[in-house]
């Protein structure tokens, strides 16, 4: 995963068409690059970019699970902070 700026796509540059999946696919009309995919059936928009070469390529772990008692006394957690309502 990595992250691009935001730029504004000029929708006539790019062939929109129909594929099997009925997803709907933008390619770039001067490269032919598959640049966009639409899935209607689960309303989601892709954009796909090349990854560049340069880059910085970190793996982040799972970390540990938080210590609620550490936590809670980290933030001088009080009682008062909790009402409870019973209807």
Same mark, same amino acid.
């Given at each position: 995963?990595?992250e691009?700026?935001?730029i504004?796509?000029?929708?006539?540059d790019?062939?929109?068409?129909?594929?099997?999946?009925?997803?709907? =696919?933008?390619?770039?009309?001067?490269?032919?690059? !598959? !640049?966009f995919?639409?899935?209607? !059936?689960?309303?989601?928009?892709?954009? +796909?970019?090349?990854?560049p =070469?340069?880059r910085?390529?970190?793996?982040?772990?799972?970390?540990?699970p938080?210590?609620r008692?550490?936590?809670?006394?980290?933030?001088?957690?009080?009682?008062?902070?909790v009402?409870?309502? +019973?209807?």
């Amino acid at each position: 995963m990595f992250e691009m700026d935001t730029i504004m796509y000029r929708s006539k540059d790019y062939d929109w068409v129909w594929n099997k999946n009925k997803n709907l =696919e933008g390619r770039d009309k001067k490269t032919g690059f !598959h !640049h966009f995919t639409w899935q209607p !059936h689960g309303s989601q928009f892709t954009i +796909i970019e090349k990854i560049p =070469e340069k880059r910085l390529a970190i793996r982040i772990k799972q970390p540990p699970p938080l210590d609620r008692d550490s936590v809670l006394s980290t933030m001088a957690y009080d009682d008062s902070w909790v009402e409870i309502i +019973i209807n």
